[in-house]
């Protein structure tokens, strides 16, 4: 059976390649993509749930799928992801009109599920955890890696940490890594192809053990032919190895950029999360990886008013902001997620106090990554180019190795190649340029 597949990604690049394997197992059963649920066979929903906000727009995108179910009883909803691990049978408990759920570990099932339930119309509910992930071997096809340039590659998923604000251990199960020469193995069919970065991904990509260690890791690929840049993501701060830091002094084509989340920088605070760092190590470790790569950018998560920040508390992580200077911070308020350890902790900052925090962090952070861009001016840069620019057509944008976005004026053949660019502007989130 044949027909169009809409599928809908919500949360973190996880999820995005996810969706990009989803896609790529249906089209070898004949499914096209369609992005228009009106004529859409098939729709999925690949679910984020580690912020209460994340959550709630899927449910509220789930419920608008009720009408059209009852439109058209032919099209078949599938829910995965986090949300689908979660809630399991309860989601098709509240939505009986979801046809099937399918947790984080069974994406590999989603065609023979798609069959099943076109054919026979039963649902289906698939949320077992296992030793083995098989969705995490697989590689999608060329046509699904947008853009054909850079390959997004899943090392590991999981996570054994239990901060005990996060939700990831339970949905995302333990730490399982793949083994390091299946690793390779996809990163040299992604160089045959022209592809020039690989970004690994997983929850927690530094505690990497898939046969060897993380850096070992990077040390190969750094050795495949034909790559230029290697970035990964998320790196937890209590396991960056002297190995891994040693990395950036070695490998050249290692790009000069980290995505280190902090989530709070009052001691107290980190110990009540169970991260197992303090402000002070904190800073020590980017005092020593920018030792080891003296401009290496940094960009993390933080949050406010986790349960039982006070104003003093919340100074801290201005302090650590102010410190690091970090080129990009996400920032959060704290939502109590379900079954965690924090959700039986009182969330007694309130609402309006958590709103205030995040807006007085963010118009400072606003200010560092102005100043850090505009001082981008005048330097030069070799940009992966992307494509066209999104907001100005007549220009073309890619990243620097610090993972910073450059528009500039230049012919669409770049795409895919390195242009030397001179910054000629910095911007509140981008830089301007023109090629050299
Ligand atoms: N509330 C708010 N933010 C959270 N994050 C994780 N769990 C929560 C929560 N319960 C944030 C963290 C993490 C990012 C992916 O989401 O900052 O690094
Ligand atoms: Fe969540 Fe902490 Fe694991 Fe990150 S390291 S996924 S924040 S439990």
Redesign the pocket.
Known sequence: MKGKVQIFTYGCQMNDLDSQKIYSSLAGLGYNETTDSENADVIILNTCS??KKAEEKTLSNLGRLKYLKKKRPGVTIIVTGCVAQQEGEALIAKMPYIDAVVGTHQLHRIPEIVQNVRESRSQEIHTAFSEFIPSLELIPEKSFIRPGHRAYINIMQGCDNYCS???VPYVRGREISRDWRNVIDEVRIHAERGVKEIFLLGQNVNSYAGGISFGALLKKIAEVDGITRIRFTTSHPKDVSPELIDCFASLDNLCSHIHL?F?SGSDKVLKAMNRNYTFDSYLRLVSELRKARPDIAFSA???VGFSTETDDDFRRTLDLIEAVRFDVLYS??????PGTVAAGIEDDVPIELKKERLSILQTIQNRITLEINRSRAGQTFEVLVDGPSQKNPSQIFGRTTHNTIVNFVGPLSLVGHEAVVKITRGNKNTLTGEVV
Do not use: A, L
Not at 332 to 337: A, E, I, L, N
């Open positions: 580690v912020r604000y996060c939700i989340p989530q998560d933080t949050m959060f308020k704290y939502s109590p997620r």
